[in-house]
């Protein structure tokens, strides 16, 4: 389905910033509530209505203005809470390029933070009182980011907001940056505009029935691309109420999500498919007949690939609570399309498509039979709307695929952003591409494999070799390196880090050459625990399976590359030769 320009309606059609859109709620509806916290996702903690916002966002940017920050980068570093979205606002108040980050814990390695702070060359950090000393403290072993200026934007005199002045702005000014998880030595910036977020939020509100009396509960992190447009900009697009959590109550007890939807009657809500399967594992029957989800009419499942056997399992799971099959929403976005592609519409139900799994480890899409044994079912991802075109090309020869072939998908529209910060060469390959045989273009290159059938985007897997686990990006090379890193016996630059699914989950898996001169007095087991340790700490992400092995004997190209692939396939096939 495709929606003219001509045919969107308010508020898209009104405003040509984020800044225009807030004041006009701030005007118009000061009272209104926009965003309440639950503290440990139970307990009303803190909330904002959209005249309070505004003031807040005011006073950031006064105080932003009176040291000419106009046109300046600013990293964002914040706990859970209300206090992002008043910073984040007062940013874009002032024409200060917010750039949203993870905040990091007590003693993590600030190597990524760091790198993008080089790349951004951005002169402030933001945060709040809570989080300043700790932050300070990391910040002050580093000369670099030890000069950079700090603001705690909750101790900014609040009067201030009174001298705010509007800063000139279009619809095509830069807004945020998004950092992908790239190496750590060369992260990319996402240039994403005033214009691009406008867009992609009309995009959003097609086929998921917003409106102002809709309810949005969120655990997303809002330094995520989801969580910081879905979870805080749509709600303010649309003028709804939005309910937010940390991501750590959810994951301490997933029963917190669907409580908080099932008291708030809440309309909408997204998370990865992960989520959905803990809820399935973690909330017992009992309690889930206790819940009333009878009013989630639009449950977006996207940041990671969507599993057939999730969708099915949840919606059979909390049936018993009310909840309609036809709420499941798969979707498929990146960064770099501001977010979102394609996506089911809340009143249609998912498309599952059994293949011939043999014929799809080929790139080929054969329709399974009664009679295969050897199937994989995949979901329908959606299909675009606005003017988002998708082409599915061979990333070989840059044409079009035949239907039955599964190629690389390419994207175009007004969605897409403008490029990565300060990497032009990057911007050219990624985002300025051109099919070879009509010259049409330009295309955003995604990476992401895939076709379509019956006018929707199937996904099947990734060109490139990012590692996606729980909504989270992160490079194989970041982790090796991470991993070799850990312990002395490890071999530098022989180690290989993919994903395996178990159980419809991406599970990490990490294969590393030891050095020959440890290979007679080795201790497996400790070296497990400290590669397990290190990648918890650095990634927050658990090893499902690691495999030690010979010096030599990681699979490698004749130039000395690593095959991650082949890797991946010995490991599936038990054919390495794994010590211990």
Request: net charge negative; with cysteine.
């Amino acid at each position: 389905m495709t929606i003219n320009y001509g045919d969107l309606q308010e508020p898209f059609n009104k405003f040509s910033t984020l800044v225009e859109l807030l004041r006009y709620r701030a005007s118009s509806q000061p009272e209104r509530l926009a965003y309440i916290f639950l503290r440990d996702g139970e307990i009303e903690e803190a909330r904002l209505t959209y005249g309070e916002l505004d003031q807040k966002a005011r006073a950031i940017a006064a105080y932003l203005q009176s040291l000419e920050a106009e046109g300046e980068r600013g990293l964002l570093l914040y706990p859970p809470g209300l206090d992002f979205i008043s910073a984040f606002f007062g940013c874009l108040y002032a024409g200060v390029v917010a750039i949203p980050a993870y905040p990091p814990r007590r003693n993590q390695n600030l190597l990524r933070l760091q790198a993008i702070i080089a790349d951004s060359q951005s002169r402030f950090t933001f945060t709040n009182a809570a989080l300043f000393p700790s932050l300070e403290n990391q910040w002050a072993k580093d000369p670099e980011l030890g000069a950079m200026e700090w603001i705690v934007t909750d101790e900014i005199d609040h009067h201030l907001r009174e001298d705010w002045l509007e800063p000139t702005l279009e619809k095509n000014s830069l807004a945020f940056l998004q950092y992908t998880s790239g190496s750590t030595g060369t992260p990319k910036g996402v240039m994403v505009s005033h214009h691009n977020l406008l867009i992609n939020s009309a995009d959003l509100d097609g086929g998921w029935g917003h409106d102002q009396d809709s309810v949005m509960v969120t655990w997303l992190p809002t330094f995520h691309d989801m969580g910081l447009i879905y979870g805080v900009i749509q709600p303010l697009y649309k003028g709804f109420l939005c309910y937010m959590m940390s991501p750590a109550s959810f994951m301490e007890r997933p029963l917190r999500w669907l409580q908080a939807l099932s008291d708030k009657k809440a309309t909408h809500s997204a998370a990865p498919n992960f989520a959905y399967d803990l809820c399935v594992r973690k909330i017992p029957p009992e309690k889930r007949a206790t819940l009333d989800l009878s009013h989630w009419c639009m449950a977006l499942n996207g940041a990671e690939p969507v599993r057939a056997e999730v969708l099915k399992k949840f919606a059979e799971a909390f049936q018993v609570s009310g909840f309609k099959a036809t709420a499941l929403c798969p979707g498929y976005g990146l960064a770099e399309a501001t977010l979102k592609v394609t996506a089911v519409s809340y009143d249609s139900p998912p498309y599952f498509y059994p293949v011939q799994a043999n014929a799809l480890e080929k790139n080929k899409i054969v329709g399974a039979t009664e009679t295969d044994t050897n199937v994989q079912t995949l979901v329908g991802c959606g299909w675009t709307t606005i003017d988002t075109q998708i082409v599915i090309v061979n990333p070989e020869t840059l044409k079009p695929c035949s239907p039955e072939i599964v190629g690389e998908i390419w994207v175009s529209g007004s969605t897409i952003a403008q490029g990565y910060w300060g990497k032009p060469q990057e911007t050219k390959e990624t985002f300025q591409a051109y099919l070879a045989d009509t010259g049409a273009g330009p295309f955003l290159r995604t990476g992401d494999l895939g076709f379509i059938k019956d006018g929707e985007l199937f996904v099947t897997g990734r060109l490139k070799e990012i590692i996606l686990i729980r909504g989270r990006n992160n490079y194989p090379q970041d982790i090796e390196l991470t991993v070799q890193n850990s312990h002395p016996a490890l071999r530098p630059s022989c180690g290989a880090a993919f994903t395996v699914e178990n159980k419809g989950e991406e599970k990490l898996v990490v294969v590393q050459e030891v050095e020959r001169t440890w290979l007679r007095k080795v201790d497996i087991d400790e070296v497990k625990r400290a590669i397990r340790k290190a990648v918890v700490q650095e990634y927050d992400l658990q090893v499902y399976a690691i495999a030690l092995i010979r010096t030599g004997s990681l699979p490698k190209t004749s130039s000395g590359k690593i095959q991650r692939r082949s890797c991946r396939a010995k490991f599936l096939e038990g054919s390495l030769e794994i010590l211990g």
